[in-house]
């Protein structure tokens, strides 16, 4: 016992039992940071997703109210214009890239139609 305490009382393993537990902790602290940048990165992701794709789908349906003829090129114009002023951050954070916008358009677009032809008239 007398051994043990007299390592325990020595200057140099008490500064070298703290910088272990310095380091352990400093390695817990950077992962716990580290794992909630990364659940509140994704949640942010997530909040920019999903407004995107809600304004897609506003301005699709709002454009087919001109007429289920609207060309295609028209109906793009229509809703680029709508996210550009209703949802400008979330096409920052996602830069959706060539084509992308394009096929959730035409995705919306076919569900809106879907819903034109089964409301009664």
């Known amino acids: 016992m007398d051994t043990l305490n007299a390592i325990l009382s020595s200057e140099a393993v008490i500064t070298a039992i703290?910088?272990?537990f310095a380091a352990l902790l400093t390695l817990f602290i950077n992962r716990a940071a580290g794992a909630i940048e990364a659940a509140s990165g994704i949640q942010i992701e997530k909040g920019h997703r999903e407004a995107l794709h809600e304004?897609?789908?506003t301005s699709v349906e709002s454009a087919l109210r001109y007429g289920p003829d609207m060309a295609?090129?028209?109906l793009r114009a229509h809703v680029v214009h709508h996210l550009k002023e209703s949802v400008p951050d979330a096409l920052t954070a996602l830069t959706p890239g060539d084509g992308v916008i394009d096929r959730l358009i035409e995705r919306y677009a076919n569900e809106a139609f879907g819903?034109?032809?089964t409301e009664p008239r």
């Open 72 to 74: 295609l090129a028209n």
């Open 115 to 117: 819903k034109l032809q």
């Open 55 to 57: 304004a897609i789908q």
């Open 18 to 20: 703290a910088t272990v």
